[in-house]
Nanobody, 119 residues
């Protein structure tokens, strides 16, 4: 069983910063791409940022320069640091990982952590 558990969400004022973390546990061979997605009320889930096993990063256009994704392969964690937060960044943030197990690679999701940015 593979589990992804996010932490670090909360309430922050506009212009502030917040860090999210996600730890992956369970039985698997390796973790390929990891990423963060978010879903605001009434909207579809959208990509925030992704990072490959080698550390290459990709950001959704509106997050470039404000968000930073990183990973710690030794501890199976991925983090997202967000600064200059805006009220429109309010959403549930989900951790995602492509996990390789015997039999193949599958995507796994965390349950999400709520980030609320007040104006």
């Amino acid at each position: 069983q593979v589990q992804l558990v996010e932490s670090g969400g909360g309430l922050v004022q506009a212009g502030g910063s917040l860090g999210l973390s996600c730890v992956i546990s369970g039985r698997f061979i390796s973790i390929n791409t990891m990423g963060w997605y978010r879903q605001a009320p009434g909207k579809q889930r959208e990509l925030v940022a992704r990072i490959s096993s080698g550390g290459s990063t990709m950001y959704a256009d509106s997050k470039k320069g404000r968000f930073t994704i990183s990973r710690d392969n030794a501890n199976n964690t991925v983090a997202l640091y967000m600064n200059s937060l805006k009220p429109e960044d309010t959403a549930v943030y989900y951790c995602n990982a492509d996990v390789r197990k015997v039999g193949g690679t599958l995507p796994y999701w965390g349950k999400g952590t709520l980030v609320t940015v007040s104006s």
